[in-house]
T-cell receptor, first 116, second 114 residues
């Protein structure tokens, strides 16, 4: 399977614990996004990378959230000191972006977080 | 700042009838526009995109969308709806600046009635 893969698919944790999600994009894709989706809502932008550079992080995102893409390939999203309001589906997507053109996003199946 | 509006939470259409799912956007300069579909318990799937050129864009599963610059709209259409089209549909936009990101609307649930 050469699509976007996310791990773990499901994570149940207790409030206050740290969690980390991993995303492996399609190999030649230079752009990688993280979104958060709650039931019946659209994907909410969290952050994105162009290769290894983090271009923007949502101003709505607290300092408990951090993301990396160390070698411009896979990415991790860490949430520290989780709160119940962090419960959501965390989506990763990648695309091939070129000058004067933009590729569509390819999404993974998501990582569902439940904070008890 | 970029924004996307999908004014309808839900659209109901009888099978065989034409369908329209509305989307309007706000972005500096010219937009890149996208439609995605999400079936229950599945990831988002790309349907179609507008980059430049012909205002009518054709995509997967018989869907098409019309870009209207003066109305800043990008409505999704299909001439004849199928029950299997029932799903959640998302419109998305990004600007043409190199660092612009893709943002999504809140979604419209499409119900095709048999």
């Amino acid at each position: 399977d050469t699509g976007v893969s996310q791990d773990p698919r499901h994570k149940i944790t207790k409030r206050g614990q740290n969690v980390t999600f991993r995303c492996d994009p399609i190999s030649e894709h230079n752009r990688l996004y993280w979104y958060r989706q709650t039931l019946g809502q659209g994907p909410e932008f969290l952050t994105y990378f162009q290769n290894e550079a983090q271009l923007e992080k949502s101003r709505l995102l607290s300092d408990r959230f951090s993301a990396e893409r160390p070698k411009g390939s896979f990415s991790t999203l860490e949430i520290q000191r989780t709160e119940q309001g962090d419960s959501a589906m965390y989506l990763c997507a990648s695309s091939l972006d070129r000058v004067a053109n933009t590729g569509e996003l390819f999404f993974g199946e998501g990582s569902r977080l439940t904070v008890l | 700042a970029q924004s996307v509006a999908q004014p309808e939470d839900q659209v109901n259409v009888a099978e065989g009838n034409p369908l329209t799912v509305k989307c309007t956007y706000s972005v500096s300069g010219n937009p890149y526009l996208f439609w995605y579909v999400q079936y229950p318990n599945r990831g988002l799937q790309f349907l179609l995109k507008y980059i430049t050129g012909d205002n009518l864009v054709k995509g997967s599963y018989g869907f098409e969308a019309e870009f209207n610059k003066s109305q800043t709209s990008f409505h999704l259409k299909k001439p004849s709806a199928l029950v299997s089209d029932s799903a959640l549909y998302f419109c998305a936009v990004r600007g043409m600046n190199r660092d612009d990101k893709i943002i999504f609307g809140k979604g419209t649930r499409l119900h095709i009635l048999p």
